[in-house]
Nanobody, 127 residues
Framework: VQLQASGGGLVQTGDSLRLSCDASGSDFNYYAIGWFRQAPGKEREAVSVISSSYGRTYYTEAVKGRFTIARDNAGKTSYLQMNSLKPEDTAVYYC?????????????????????WGQGTQVTVSS
């Protein structure tokens, strides 16, 4: 699976952005998709994860109620809708994919468990 993230940009506090993660390859619907972010000087953290086909989603506490993750298996794309953006959301955002089997466990928030990564897209929120 190859991934390409896009949609980042420079916005003001309170604005919205929608990130996209376009995948190529087969069996996209068998992969959980995670969105991670990394701010300067900080560790990469899981922002949101959507399971392959079980309808499960995860959000880190800081983005609950503001971000929405979705996927379009037919179009091999995942989206991260980000509303009410704050300066603390500023980071490079990455999408990642991990094959999800019955014993994979949930939620997949450990970046080390993801085998496929897209390039990052910068999100900058000015105050």
């Amino acid at each position: 699976v190859q991934l390409q993230a896009s949609g980042g940009g420079l916005v003001q506090t309170g604005d919205s952005l929608r990130l996209s993660c376009d995948a190529s390859g087969s069996d996209f619907n068998y992969y959980a998709i995670g969105w991670f972010r990394q701010a300067p000087g900080k560790e990469r953290e899981a922002v949101s994860v959507i399971s392959s086909s079980y309808g499960r989603t995860y959000y880190t506490e800081a983005v609950k109620g503001r971000f929405t993750i979705a996927r379009d298996n037919a179009g091999k794309t995942s989206y991260l809708q980000m509303n009410s953006l704050k300066p603390e959301d500023t980071a490079v955002y990455y999408c990642a994919a991990q094959f999800e089997g019955a014993s994979t466990g949930w939620p997949l928030v450990d970046s080390k468990r993801y085998n496929y990564w897209g390039q990052g897209t910068q999100v900058t929120v000015s105050s």
